[in-house]
């Protein structure tokens, strides 16, 4: 149960990532700004998607945040966090220090303090709530509802004054969105029984999923309908559970247009491949965008990202550019920045990391496993992966990176079948869909893992905290069947090692398969 919910929080995540048609999307935002990086420039501005202007220009070293609520986020030369007004990209709204944020949305954003529980704030940067010590983090308000986790590994509901309004009791919960209606699981994490059900915002439960018929495809309802596996196809529930008809399905003249791939971009239209270059069509396959780029992104039901090489453009639904900027790189809005805690309960947090590993396992993976073992990883789409021997996965609230020893995919020359928008999501860490041009990439399911890398961040704790936890975990090591070396590094009867060591903030540990690779992890202290 352990490995299917935190795995169903990896895909939450993603979902979040690559949902990004406008039209009743998981996070229902409405774009109307697209942090850019302009051609030639160092520096981050921010585009109007409506008009194409400029509201600020080469403003900003770091990538802001999506803009939400005509609020924004942006890192500091000291690595906190300032928040902007999009009226204003010059003076910082917040007076006080953030360490962490999710963006804004119902008009509130959630933030941590260095050393305090999270906090609730308004768009004047105030403090609207103090959240309770116990949470761990917190995901952005959607429907009025934001999801928290609490450090006994236990999630639940605030509402935006900060009351808990569904407890932290369940093993697992998705974000509110549509309906009004969440996945979420009461089992804990002990328990072996896979058992999810749907509730709405008041947390009554309007049906339970049955594991042995379904198997979950993505934890979100998305225009009125959760996506299932049935046997050897996709099917759509209600929010009552009833089997519907696919509102997402892919209209026969599209279908039969030839297409490599196609992927629904909302409003009745759908980002296509045809050939080695992308375009636009409608439900009745007529081209809106032609077939001119490398790739297409929606950013709202009319406005796209193109671009033929490495330079991109905003276009309207019919291929028309929309003001005259030219950018490199873009952040289009995602959900999957969260507020953490800014202090640890050392024995809770040392349990919780040490409850990934064991002898001859780490973060659900066994000595020997293949990607094949592992392909919930990676999902449908195998061209970002190749040349890549490392999967980068959050599993909150550490951040995974599983390393092979061969590549992941490499590249063929046979063609593939086209895709549907409902098909399993791809896994990926970028917006822009995985349709570029050219051969036809391929997982390499024989690729065999060699190891994983666990980082936890404690940039917000107080200086000290790194070296109290490595002392509680180091203690702890037998218990999981490891012994101390001289080195300060850790072996198993089991052939396994592991190295542990903290750097600017974040504290590592390194699982290895064979020991022989193991190589030492810095132990640098730092101050506030």
């Given amino acids: 149960m352990k490995k299917f919910l935190v795995m169903m929080a990896v895909v939450a995540t993603v979902m979040s990532l690559v949902s990004c048609s406008q039209e009743k999307s998981i996070y229902q935002q409405e774009t109307k700004y697209l942090p850019v990086l302009l051609q030639g420039s160092k520096k981050w501005s921010i585009l109007n998607v409506e008009t194409g202007q400029l509201v600020a220009k080469d403003a900003f070293s770091e990538a ?20 902007y ?83 932290a009791n369940m093993g697992y919960a998705a974000g509110f969105n549509e309906d009004n209606v969440a996945l979420v699981s009461f089992s804990s994490a002990s328990d072996s029984a896979k058992v999810l059900s749907v509730i709405d915002s008041n947390g009554k439960k309007l049906y339970d999923l049955d594991s042995e018929k379904y198997q979950i495809i993505t934890p979100f309802y998305r225009m009125g309908v959760l996506v299932v596996a049935k046997k050897d196809s996709l099917v759509c529930l209600d929010r009552n559970g009833k089997e519907v008809k696919n509102p997402l399905e892919t209209p026969k003249k599209v279908k039969d247009g030839g297409y490599r791939d196609r992927v629904y971009a ?20 007529n081209v809106l965008i032609p077939f001119e780029y490398k790739f297409i992104q ?27 900027a030219k950018f490199v790189d873009f952040k289009p809005f995602n959900s999957e920045a969260q507020a953490l805690r800014g202090y640890i309960n050392m024995e809770v947090t040392a349990a919780n990391l040490l409850s990934f590993i064991d002898e001859d396992m780490v973060c659900f993976a066994k000595k020997g496993s293949t990607l094949m073992d ?71 399911y024989n690729a065999k893992l060699r190891g994983v890398s666990m980082s936890f961040l404690v940039l917000e704790c107080a200086p000290g905290t790194e070296e109290a936890l490595l002392k509680i975990m180091s203690n702890a090591m037998g218990s999981k069947g490891f012994k101390l070396n001289p080195d300060g590094t850790f072996t198993s009867e089991a052939g396994t090692a592991v190295v542990m060591g903290y750097e600017n903030g974040i504290f590592k540990l390194n699982y290895y398969f064979n020991p022989d690779e193991m190589k030492p992890l810095p132990r640098k202290s730092r101050s506030i």
Avoid at 75 to 82: A, E, L, S, Y
């Fill in 64 to 83: 802001p945040s999506p803009v939400v609520d005509d609020m924004f986020w942006v890192f500091n030369d000291n690595g906190r966090i300032d928040f």
């Fill in 85 to 167: 007004n999009v009226a204003d990209c010059k003076n910082k709204v917040n007076k006080e220090v953030y360490g962490s944020a999710t963006c804004f949305s119902d008009g509130y954003a959630i933030v941590s303090k260095p050393g305090e529980p999270l906090q609730i704030i308004d768009k004047e940067c105030n403090t609207v709530a103090k959240l309770s010590p116990s949470f761990l983090t917190a995901s952005l308000f959607s429907h009025g509802r934001a999801v928290v986790h609490t450090d006994m590994d236990q999630y639940g509901y605030i509402d935006v004054k900060g009351d808990t309004v569904i407890k």
């Fill in 266 to 285: 909302g409003d009745g239209k759908y980002m296509v491949v045809k050939g080695d270059r992308m375009g636009l069509v409608d439900k009745e396959n």
């Fill in 298 to 324: 929606n950013i709202s039901s009319t406005r796209y990202v193109v671009g033929k090489d490495s330079v991109m453009l905003l276009v309207d639904d019919h291929g028309k550019q929309v003001g005259n």
């Fill in 374 to 444: 592992l392909n919930q990883l990676v999902g449908v789409q195998p061209a970002q992966y190749v040349g890549m021997k490392q999967i980068d996965r959050p599993l909150p609230p550490l951040f995974c990176s599983y390393i092979f020893d061969s590549e992941i995919a490499s590249l063929s020359t046979s063609a593939p079948a086209a895709t549907d928008s409902l098909s399993a999501p791809s896994l990926s860490n970028d917006t822009v869909p995985a349709l570029s041009a050219g051969p036809v990439a391929e997982f390499n």
